[in-house]
């Protein structure tokens, strides 16, 4: 019942047609069903997808929908092969949130003229198109779609308040149906529709703009696999049906988005909207989803004069609801106050599905969150000095004081990458008079191959200074990478790599002194230590 309306209204909305939205929500919600990795999880033709289709449309007319459909659905399957799906959940939240209000903002818009009875203006970004229909279009707005539009909003948000299992979008579908048959209203209607799913066929690719289809199927391929994903997870929290397997709701994604262009249909991904309504209406198995695509045949089959009435401006008022029930406002709010990073990624992300396509925001918001996720890291990162701590052999407060003066112990903590390398290079060097130089690496987390090759650059430069570098607690995977980059190679010949700290500043000490026999306090007779001359 929610599904019917939301595939006439997707359908209509790319400009193939309400027959292909609901082919769409049959065949992929039954092959999905059967073959993907969620038990509950309800596919079909989405907002999302709608808003990647519109300019394929424009540009190949239906047959590249369903090209790009078919390619989709390969591309889809080979990444459920490579085992990508596990990777493509990663995904920043505030990107998640991002990329969601901005889809729900053009779905809103691109209903605009629809909702105003009026004709679709030339162009390709929805503020602008909407903006168009707004304010030049010559016939102006018609009171009879702009009524139908309230209508079905006002009785899409009265009905779940008295029964929450009430289909609010049927009934709003239905109710200006009726109003639309009872004054007759001069309105655009969905009109005829197709006894019974068509035979199958395979699409007609246009060679012509092969490198722009295959360009836009790698984008409904991406969408098809993060939306289906994405839903499948919050299907996970709402359902006490165990874990989704990625890999194989990315193999039933592909199947069924090849299947539903070999039948005409729509690109198709997991429905966020109707995978929580079947959670709600008590689903417990695949069985349900299976039920929801063959009901939607037998409504094909024995009621195609009654859904061919429904007011198209109805439908715009569907999705027109839909898009402003997509956001979650209280994870707009979270993300907001989280940290001005996180709201950075958001607000980047949402602009730029708006101003962009959906491939682009999403390559921008997940830039965006790594840069920032990358400062993050290289802020935290430190190489702090520490205090030397002297065995008891140490006796005198003369020798001490001159060890402290001569060795120095830095402890290398969190990540050393190519994000930092440059500030440690400086830092590490700048060591003024000093004779040995310990690091401490036992607490570095992350080396990668440029870290590598700046402690190596570190310790070149002391060596080439006089000073004596000692490595303290090299970890096991981080040895291999120094090795290969060559930074132990003289360390390791002269036996200056320790396990433990005391043996290292024992040899540091040993270093000192020998070095320095005329400034041993053992050694002097009455002169003044070097760091008192300094003094005066």
Known sequence: MVALPLALGFGIATGVGASAGLITAIVAGFVAGIFGGSNVQVSGPTGAMTVVLIPIVAQHGASGVLAVGMMAGILVLLSSISGIGRYLAFMPWPVVEGFTAGIAIIIFLQQVPTGLGVSKPDGGNAVAVAFKAVTTSPSGPTFASAGLVVLVAAVMFVAPKLHRSVPGSLLAVLAATLVSKTFPLSVARVGALPGSLPLPSLPRIPWVGLTDLFMAAVAVAFLAALESLLSAKVADGMADTGRHDPDRELFGQGLANLLSAVFGGLPATGAIARTAVNVRAGAQSRLATIVHAVTLLLIVSFAGELVSQIPIAALAGVLMVTAFRMVEVHNLRAVLKSTRSDAAVLLTTALATVAFDLTVAVEIGIGVAAVLALRHIANSTEAEPEPLVLDESVTSADEASFLRDHIVVYRLDGAMFFGVAHTFLMRLTDVGDVRVVVLRLSQLQVLDATGAQALGEIISTLQGRGVTVLLKG???????????????????????????????????????????????????????????TNQL
């Open 474 to 532: 090299i970890r096991p995977g981080h040895r291999q990478l120094l090795e290969t980059v060559g930074a132990l190679d003289q360390l390791a010949r002269e036996h200056h790599l320790f396990d433990t700290l005391e043996a290292a500043v024992a040899h540091a000490r040993k270093h000192v002194h020998d070095r320095s026999p005329e400034s041993d306090p053992h050694k002097r007779q009455g002169r003044d230590l070097p760091h008192a």
